[in-house]
């Protein structure tokens, strides 16, 4: 009897995802006892024919990783949907659109600009830049157009199920996958995290005060931080009121606040906006030259509250091409 098979592909993203499979250590020995890896360009030689070749709905997942950014990654997307029984977001750029989808701020005209013109280390007096097509020694050479926006895997594809992170978690990765081999997934559309804020298995949590009055937002670097106070009490913007869990509250344990990476829980319509309204709700003062004072400590808002999710996010501009 043949084994299960899946895929894992990576579209616009940086990696991290295809270490997270490496990172199941010695367990992907008991993973690759009871399935195949058809496909992994990111490990092993494969070519888009094998994936072509292949039955329609043969695959019993694939965990595809990124963002969908250009013309290619959008292809490949929907050629996996077709050959995959499970079409599974893993991570957070396919999940929300992660930190690729921080892009979005910008028209794909402004971001080329910047990249081969303007660019502090780039010298190109010619402006040159890469063509979609270009002839050379009679041969023509293509290469995929970028999209005005960068987008989550479900705004190209129905997605079944999505696990989250940046990167998913050993432990958040193996249970899906011996779910999937058990045949024990939940209905579809479903976060495989549990779906709690991430302050509840925050190591900080019994001295969050019930009622925060956050004098002055600071980054980390400002201040020597208490290693047992809860990381708002003084004054971080840490984002675990809003962010699910599953994560092992990882880098709060190491002091830092929580980015937000494993995305919003199922009652949150729109992440930034959740954990913006929370944190100006806490901001001790009244008056608006001391609020605009205690806010100036968060410089970059949409990098703080949108750093996975500004692909989903509610206030996303409008466009009218790919």
Same mark, same amino acid.
């Given at each position: 009897?043949?084994?299960?098979?899946?895929?894992?592909?990576?579209?616009?993203?940086? +990696?991290?995802?295809?270490?997270?499979?490496?990172?199941?250590?010695?367990?992907?020995?008991?993973?690759?006892?009871?399935?195949?890896?058809?496909?992994?360009?990111?490990?092993m030689d494969f070519k888009y024919k094998d994936?072509?070749?292949?039955a329609d709905g043969s695959l019993l997942a694939?965990?595809?990783?990124?963002?969908?950014?250009?013309?290619?990654q959008a292809e490949m997307a929907r050629l996996?949907?077709?050959?995959?029984?499970?079409?599974?977001?893993?991570?957070?750029?396919?999940?929300?659109?992660?930190?690729?989808?921080?892009?979005?701020?910008?028209?794909?005209?402004?971001?080329?600009?910047?990249?081969?013109?303007?660019?502090?280390?780039?010298?190109?007096?010619?402006?040159?830049?890469?063509?979609?097509?270009?002839?050379?020694?009679?041969?023509?050479?293509?290469?995929?157009?970028?999209?005005?926006?960068?987008?989550?895997?479900?705004?190209?594809?129905?997605?079944?199920?999505?696990?989250?992170?940046?990167?998913?978690?050993?432990?958040?990765?193996?249970?899906?996958?011996?779910?999937?081999?058990?045949?024990?997934?939940?209905?579809?559309?479903?976060?495989?995290?549990?779906?709690?804020?991430?302050?509840?298995?925050?190591?900080?949590?019994?001295?969050?005060?019930?009622?925060?009055?956050?004098?002055?937002?600071?980054?980390?670097?400002?201040?020597?931080?208490?290693?047992?106070?809860?990381?708002?009490?003084?004054?971080?913007?840490?984002?675990?009121?809003?962010?699910?869990?599953?994560?092992?509250?990882?880098?709060?344990?190491? +002091?830092?606040?929580?980015?937000?990476?494993?995305?919003?829980?199922?009652?949150?319509?729109?992440?930034?906006?959740?954990?913006?309204?929370?944190?100006?709700?806490?901001?001790?003062?009244?008056?608006?030259?001391?609020?605009?004072?205690?806010?100036?400590?968060?410089?970059?808002?949409?990098?703080?509250?949108?750093?996975? +999710?500004?692909?989903?996010?509610?206030?996303?501009?409008?466009?009218?091409?790919?």
């Open positions: 009897m043949s084994k299960p098979k899946i895929a894992i592909y990576w579209c616009a993203s940086c +990696g991290g995802c295809e270490e997270a499979v490496v990172d199941l250590a010695e367990d992907i020995l008991g993973v690759v006892e009871k399935l195949d890896i058809v496909f992994w360009p990111c490990a994936v072509e070749a292949m694939t965990l595809l990783n990124g963002a969908i950014r250009s013309e290619e996996l949907r077709r050959k995959s029984r499970h079409l599974i977001a893993f991570g957070s750029c396919a999940a929300t659109g992660g930190v690729p989808a921080l892009a979005n701020q910008f028209s794909r005209e402004q971001i080329l600009r910047f990249v081969y013109d303007e660019s502090p280390s780039t010298v190109n007096e010619s402006k040159t830049r890469p063509q979609a097509r270009c002839a050379e020694a009679g041969c023509e050479l293509t290469l995929p157009n970028l999209h005005n926006v960068v987008r989550a895997l479900d705004q190209v594809v129905p997605v079944d199920y999505y696990i989250p992170g940046c990167p998913p978690t050993p432990n958040i990765t193996r249970a899906a996958v011996t779910a999937l081999l058990d045949g024990r997934m939940p209905p579809r559309g479903a976060v495989l995290s549990p779906d709690v804020a991430l302050c509840e298995e925050c190591p900080r949590r019994d001295s969050k005060p019930t009622d925060l009055a956050i004098a002055q937002f600071r980054r980390p670097h400002q201040q020597l931080l208490d290693p047992d106070q809860c990381l708002l009490a003084q004054g971080l913007a840490c984002l675990g009121p809003a962010t699910r869990q599953g994560c092992g509250a990882q880098c709060v344990s190491g +002091g830092m606040p929580c980015t937000g990476c494993f995305g919003p829980t199922d009652r949150v319509k729109d992440h930034g906006a959740k954990m913006l309204s929370f944190l100006c709700s806490s901001v001790a003062a009244k008056e608006d030259e001391s609020i605009d004072s205690a806010l100036a400590g968060i410089p970059d808002p949409v990098g703080t509250f949108y750093r996975y +999710g500004l692909a989903r996010s509610l206030l996303r501009r409008h466009v009218t091409a790919p």
